[in-house]
């Protein structure tokens, strides 16, 4: 088993990093998600805001991990509810991007086992894409976090670092 997570987290792309636009992939990301969150009844809202700072690293490793937040937060909603992306410039001069939910929130014990590979609370989950995202963030030199209400739905927070 850790030689299978040592090989899976091994052949990740080498990342392609550059000078970006946030927008670019928050608004790539929308459009990925727009018809599945209609058919699902779900409202989505994912507008950059405005001032955010240029941002360092991999826009497609950064769209992977914000698809996969999102489609969890589908995922966790189940019905008609409501996913919102939402961006600003965080006070050490990065980039903040809060990914809310309005599903059924995870249980506090379980809020950091959640990144642990192969750890799911869904019976079709593989546990791994919440821990390729937050490798993909800490290798951006950002940190990915999770806050939950029991009964009123997830945030996901990603920050990244000033370039």
Known sequence: ???Y???????????????????????RVRFLLESRARAQGVSLVCEPGAGLPPVFGDPGQLEQVLLNLGLNALQAIGGKGLLEFQAKRDPGGGALIAVAD????????????VFEP??????DGSGLGLSI?????EDHGGELWLESVPGE???????LPPP
């Open 1 to 3: 088993l850790f030689t």
């Open 5 to 27: 997570i040592r090989d899976l987290f091994a052949e990740m792309p080498e990342a392609k990093m550059r000078l970006f636009d946030l927008s670019e992939p928050l608004l």
């Open 102 to 113: 309005s599903g059924s929130g995870i249980a506090a014990e379980s809020l950091e086992k």
């Open 118 to 123: 192969f750890y799911t609370t869904r019976k």
């Open 133 to 137: 995202a937050r490798r993909i963030i």
């Open 153 to 159: 739905g997830v945030t996901a927070y990603v920050r």
